[in-house]
């Protein structure tokens, strides 16, 4: 069985959230971020990144997340989470994950992180004053270019919803208002209704 390595509030609920919509069997492990657990030899052995998600499965353990969306849409191809048959639509899937992980997800991590690039404390505090303005572009983008809508590649669901959902829930705790952004918020709405994410927002909270 997948086993999915998580911790409340952060990326690993994309992940969390496709496993559920594919219908796959798997279980969930919380690690304590807050208590520094993430560096426990225990959790080092899984991922020596330190970082969740960390998918384990049969063959071996996946981790980032554009790679876990990616493998749980093609282990689980009925659940039909991205267009597998069309390399151009795979690909722009692709591009909006990657966005995420290398552009957006960097940019909120300099709020809570910035030790990943000082160790002096004013520098770390220095780095904190972009994230708004740097989380707001990254935004205004996928609102005004990237989202196509309703859902992230037009009219079909697929894994890059769950992954915008995910970093989208940063925006507020990072200094940006949510309603700077209508189509992202509208689809945020959309994306909380659907019986996956209720299951795992239920099952985090738990
Ligand atoms: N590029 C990775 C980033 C993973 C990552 O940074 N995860 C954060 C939670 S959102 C984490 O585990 N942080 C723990 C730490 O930095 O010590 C991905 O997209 O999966």
Not at 27 to 44: I, S
Not at 45 to 57: E, M, Q, S
Not at 168 to 182: I, K, M, N
């Amino acid at each position: 069985m997948l086993k999915l390595y998580v911790a409340p509030g952060s990326c690993s609920l994309a992940s969390h959230i496709a496993l559920e919509e594919a219908g796959a069997a798997y279980e969930a492990e919380r690690v304590a971020l807050g208590q520094g657990a993430q560096q426990r030899p225990e959790f080092l052995a899984v991922n020596p990144k330190g970082r969740v998600p960390a998918l384990v499965t049969d063959r071996g353990i996946i981790t980032e997340t554009p790679a876990i969306l990616t493998y749980i849409a093609q282990a689980f191809p009925a659940a039909e989470l991205a267009p597998l048959s069309d390399p151009f639509a795979v690909a722009q899937i692709q591009s909006f994950n990657s966005y995420l992980c290398s552009t957006v997800h960097v940019a909120h991590a300099h709020r809570m992180r910035g030790s990943r690039w000082s160790d002096d404390a004013a520098v770390i505090e220095a780095l904190k004053i972009k994230v708004p303005t740097n989380m707001a572009a990254c935004f205004e983008l996928i609102e005004t270019r990237m989202l196509a809508g309703p859902w992230v590649m037009g009219d079909t669901y697929s894994i890059a919803d769950p992954y915008l959902f995910t970093l989208a829930s940063w925006l507020e705790a990072d200094g940006v208002d949510p309603a700077r952004f209508p189509r992202v918020k509208d689809h945020s709405k959309r994306m909380a209704e659907r019986p996956a994410v209720k299951a795992v927002m239920d099952w985090l909270k738990g």
